[in-house]
């Protein structure tokens, strides 16, 4: 069985939390641009929150690949008139799908515990994309300074590390939901530099990390000091590839 399956259904209420849509969506799919006419993979797909938005903003073919046949299941029963395709897998043993225009993944490569499996989920990344095109994806900020880590729980997580933090160590996230149940998943620290070499040994010609933003949508809702230590201490971070 896979980690999230048996959570699924909890990870789908934390779509609900303010950072998910205000500064991670908003961040995310301005990265991203328009997608009418592109064909899309969207690696660790979850319950498809990103994959149905491409499909209905035009996309011309969206295939979502997740490692838990629950987080397929609902994906799979949410708007199927929109035709996307899905598929239970590892993306660490993910074979070649199609060139696709664009391969995009939140919340993925935080779950490589090793080099090694990084390496092997930016291979079956390169080998699904068209000559050119762009992989785009949203992390765990893994290089947040832990001393701002208590800083999430605004934001409805806790993260915990045990120090130093060095290749391979465990980060566990808490996320807090609004009827008052709570449950943990881990992602695990690699450098940037264990980022980009594996990306680089992939045959990627660059790779780029961005900060998250906020909309004016969620600044008008929530207000300015809402948002100071996210913007301040990112918890979450951005890469944009290109082979
Ligand atoms: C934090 S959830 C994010 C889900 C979705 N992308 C979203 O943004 O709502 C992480 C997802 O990664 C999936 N996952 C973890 N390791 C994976 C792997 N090796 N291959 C494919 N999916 C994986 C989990 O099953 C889970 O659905």
Redesign the pocket.
């Known amino acids: 069985m896979?980690d999230?399956d048996s959570i699924a259904q909890s990870?789908q209420q934390t779509?609900a939390f303010p950072f998910r849509w205000h500064s991670e969506a908003y961040t995310y799919l301005n990265l991203i641009g328009p997608v009418q006419g592109l064909s899309i993979l969207d690696?660790?797909?979850?319950?498809g929150?990103?994959s149905r938005h491409f499909k209905s903003q035009g996309a011309a073919r969206v295939v979502g690949?997740?490692?838990?046949a629950a987080?397929i299941d609902l994906a799979r029963s949410q708007q199927p008139d929109l035709e996307i395709e899905y598929y239970v897998?590892?993306?660490?043993h993910l074979e070649k799908i199609a060139n696709f225009d664009l391969v995009v993944a939140?919340?993925?490569l935080n779950?490589a515990a090793d080099a090694c499996t990084l390496g092997q989920m930016a291979r079956a990344i390169a080998e699904n994309l068209k000559p050119g095109g762009k992989f785009i994806s949203v992390n765990n900020h893994l290089e947040q300074d832990p001393a701002s880590y208590d800083r999430c729980l605004t934001y409805n997580y806790r993260k915990q590390a045990d120090l130093p933090l060095e290749d391979g160590r465990p980060i566990h996230l808490t996320f807090y939901l609004p009827d008052g149940s709570n449950f943990t998943?881990t992602d695990y620290y690699l450098s940037q530099a264990t980022y980009e070499q594996a990306f680089a040994q992939a045959g990627f010609q660059s790779l780029e990390w961005c900060y998250p933003q906020v909309s004016a949508a969620g600044i008008e809702e929530f207000g300015q000091d809402y948002w100071q230590d996210f913007l301040r201490y990112p918890p979450i971070i951005l890469l944009k590839c290109q082979l």
């Open positions: 896979a999230y990870f779509c690696l660790a797909c979850g319950d929150i990103y690949v997740d490692i838990s987080m897998a590892d993306v660490a939140s919340y993925l779950h998943i």
